[in-house]
């Protein structure tokens, strides 16, 4: 059970409707059904002789799960006194609903039911925006089934609804049922919306909530989940988050064309169900150890789509891996820029890193071989075009003013960069952690040279100038009065002194000197940055902190997983095991499943983590973050042909067993039980 929109999904298809079942979908709420950036129904209301019903039970447990019945989706029953309603839902492509009505009297009873439908077609952005449409619609009645549909230019959407049996009565705005039920009798239809793309496009059909189709979807997740290594666990909720981390990502498995059968993790639900470069990045580098395939998906995609020209609209350049792609309306007119758009600083080194750490870890060296040229244009990317300044740095100021990201940093707020009294600096902006990815792209870059390409010249080269700018870094960022490096370098090259979560990525990067280590773990866990949940963005000393601030505050699940990797790399186990332990244990107040951020009190304060009221979940990263966290807390790291194994385990988990661990030496078992008191 649970409060809220209820959501159901695959792949980018997705529906978010009230604990009715019932969509009302408003200009600017990410409610209805949606695929490809479009949304293809805005309204889908039950009635029963003109009234809407009750909510007794949602059951929304998974993405495909449903209480009582074998079906992908969720299930809803509403109840007056003698009648009983229950709604079935299956999303994938379309969705198909089946109502089944329930008659609890001794004698007949006649009703009608019907179904009010309408469709927007939105374009996600005109949503977040609250954009108006600039097309026509058109509703038609044709061979028992309502078709609405979308014409601009070329650009065309419709969605088809239809029923089985057939309704008694169609018109412009929905389906309606003359109902006959005998004495404690059923009835039951099924409802097929099916959207389509374009005139010569078929309509999606959705594999519906029937037994066949449920045991099928069942049977593959559990083919996910089996594959995966076995979590063994004192701890019932680590266990709990564990599943839930496996199936929702399962459930955010995307496939865009060029990627054929395989997929790579969408972003998130509903803003994000798309391909993004850092997102899915990132995520599969926590899952790497568990589902390295994603990683394998990821890399090929975004090498693929690796920048070719310059092209300020998307914030092109030869060698840049791209931000976002997208498949709307706005998108195709080029009132935005997604086709794809490249406006990311970090993309680029981030896909290095990945490139390095998927061969560490599986021994795939023929795609470190094939991807050669691609990762030369991005470490070219990173010595030329990302180097706005020329002082070595990488930075970035968008090219499209209009449409183009202003902050193309992970904190990509308006706000998330500022010094400590609250200022925003100027552009170009260098922040800090772009240097540490650009410091570890090349030095990973450097033993793939050495190792693959034959080419121990150009390895040197990249080792040299990664060196240089491990010294240049340190003597340009250190905030000497606070001893913490800055969150960035303004425009003409001032400290933007402000103490945030980065340094932690900076740990995990290894650009920091090892004698300042130390001191940047201890600002990591001391009482401005670590909130007891877990690391704020922002220190809370800082003058634009706000524990619900976007960037300014919050605690990212994502963040705190790559903190602890940071924290353990430079030998700060206790310090890594406490960060999981703080996240780990605010999952068990988000049903098993972190959200994108939650809010950034003290723990002292309430006895709960804080909901951020437009957090995103399931969201890609957030799912991967315990599975990162399950990977520091057991020390695995990946060296030559050998799984190098050193736990430390909070006390409160217990044991902590991952057995069948995939990877170059076959599948092997990590063991580690609870030695570290988190609440020193």
């Known amino acids: 059970m649970s409060e809220g929109p209820v959501r159901i999904l695959e792949g980018n298809t997705f529906v978010v409707s009230d604990q009715r079942g019932d969509i009302e979908a408003s200009p600017t709420d990410p409610d209805g059904l949606f695929a490809w950036d479009t949304r293809f129904l805005s309204r889908w209301i039950l009635t029963v002789d003109g009234k809407r019903l009750t909510s007794l039970s949602t059951d929304d447990l998974n993405y495909f799960e449903a209480r009582f019945f074998l079906v992908l989706g969720t299930g809803t029953v509403y109840v007056n006194a003698n009648l009983t309603v229950i709604r079935r839902r299956a999303v994938g492509g379309g969705f198909r609903e089946t109502i089944t009505l329930l008659n609890h009297q001794d004698g007949p009873a006649d009703v009608t039911v019907r179904l009010d439908a309408a469709c927007d077609f939105a374009d996600l952005f005109e949503v977040k925006d609250a954009l108006p449409k600039q097309g026509t619609y058109k509703t038609d009645v044709q061979d028992g089934s309502l078709v609405i549909s979308y014409d601009r230019e070329t650009f065309h959407r419709d969605t088809t609804i239809s029923a089985s049996p057939a309704p008694s009565h169609i018109d412009e705005d929905g389906l309606e049922f003359s109902v006959h039920l005998d004495p404690h009798g059923s009835w039951t239809t099924e409802l097929y919306v099916a959207p389509r793309l374009g005139r010569a496009e078929a309509p999606m059909l959705c594999r519906g909530p029937g037994p066949d189709s449920q045991r099928g979807r069942l049977e593959e997740l559990d083919a996910w989940v089996d594959a995966a290594p076995r979590l063994v666990t004192d701890s019932e909720q680590l266990a709990a988050t564990y599943r839930r981390s496996?199936?929702?990502?399962?459930?955010?498995?995307?496939?865009?064309?060029?990627?054929?059968?395989?997929?790579?993790?969408?972003?998130?639900?509903?803003?994000?169900?798309?391909?993004?470069?850092?997102?899915?990045?990132?995520?599969?580098?926590?899952?790497?150890?568990?589902?390295?395939?994603?990683?394998?998906?990821?890399?090929?995609?975004?090498?693929?789509?690796?920048?070719?020209?310059?092209?300020?609209?998307?914030?092109?350049?030869?060698?840049?891996?791209?931000?976002?792609?997208?498949?709307?309306?706005?998108?195709?007119?080029?009132?935005?820029?997604?086709?794809?758009?490249?406006?990311?600083?970090?993309?680029?080194?981030?896909?290095?890193?990945?490139?390095?750490?998927?061969?560490?870890?599986?021994?795939?060296?023929?795609?470190?071989?094939?991807?050669?040229?691609?990762?030369?244009?991005?470490?070219?990317?990173?010595?030329?075009?990302?180097?706005?300044?020329?002082?070595?740095?990488?930075?970035?100021?968008?090219?499209?003013?209009?449409?183009?990201?202003?902050?193309?940093?992970?904190?990509?707020s308006w706000d998330s960069i500022s010094y400590r009294d609250g200022r925003l600096p100027g552009f170009p902006r260098a922040t800090c952690e772009l240097q540490g990815y650009a410091y570890d792209a090349k030095m990973r870059t450097a033993r793939l040279a050495r190792q693959f390409w034959d080419d121990t010249a150009y390895a040197d080269g990249l080792e040299r100038q990664a060196a240089d700018l491990k010294a240049r870094f340190d003597r340009d960022f250190w905030v000497e009065d606070g001893e913490y490096y800055a969150l960035a370098l303004d425009s003409d090259g001032t400290r933007v002194d402000a103490l945030s979560s980065n340094i932690g990525h900076l740990l995990w990067s290894g650009i920091v000197d090892d004698a300042k280590a130390p001191t940047i773990a201890a600002h990591l866990l001391g009482d401005h940055l670590f909130s007891g949940w877990g690391v704020r963005t922002l220190a809370d000393d800082q003058a634009r902190y706000n524990p619900i601030g976007y960037h300014v505050g919050t605690v990212w699940p994502f963040d705190n997983s790559f903190i602890a990797w940071g924290l353990r790399r430079y030998g700060f186990r206790d310090e890594a095991a406490k960060v999981a332990a703080g996240v780990l244990g605010a999952a068990e107040f988000f049903e098993g499943g972190l959200p994108e951020a939650f809010g950034g009190y003290e723990r002292s304060l309430t006895r709960y983590p804080v909901q951020y009221p437009t957090a995103c979940s399931p969201q890609a990263w957030s799912t991967g973050a315990p599975l990162l966290f399950l990977r520091t807390m057991l020390g695995l790291d990946a060296v030559g042909d050998h799984l190098i194994v050193d736990p430390a385990v909070p006390e409160s988990f217990g044991r902590i067993e991952l057995l069948d661990i995939p990877g170059r030496w076959g599948r092997i078992d990590a063991f580690g039980r609870g030695l570290v008191d988190v609440d020193r």
């Open 246 to 412: 496996l199936v929702d990502l399962a459930a955010l498995r995307f496939s865009p064309a060029i990627a054929g059968s395989r997929s790579l993790p969408a972003a998130g639900l509903p803003w994000f169900m798309t391909m993004f470069g850092r997102d899915s990045i990132l995520t599969s580098l926590q899952a790497l150890p568990f589902t390295p395939e994603l990683a394998q998906t990821t890399l090929r995609v975004l090498g693929d789509w690796q920048g070719s020209r310059v092209d300020d609209f998307r914030d092109e350049d030869p060698g840049r891996i791209l931000h976002e792609m997208r498949y709307g309306e706005l998108t195709a007119f080029q009132e935005r820029p997604h086709s794809p758009y490249y406006g990311a600083a970090d993309s680029t080194p981030l896909w290095l890193v990945l490139l390095d750490e998927y061969e560490r870890w599986t021994g795939d060296d023929d795609l470190v071989r094939e991807f050669e040229p691609e990762a030369r244009a991005a470490i070219e990317w990173i010595d030329t075009y990302a180097d706005l300044r020329g002082n070595g740095y990488v930075s970035y100021e968008r090219r499209n003013q209009q449409t183009g990201l202003e902050n193309q940093c992970w904190k990509d």
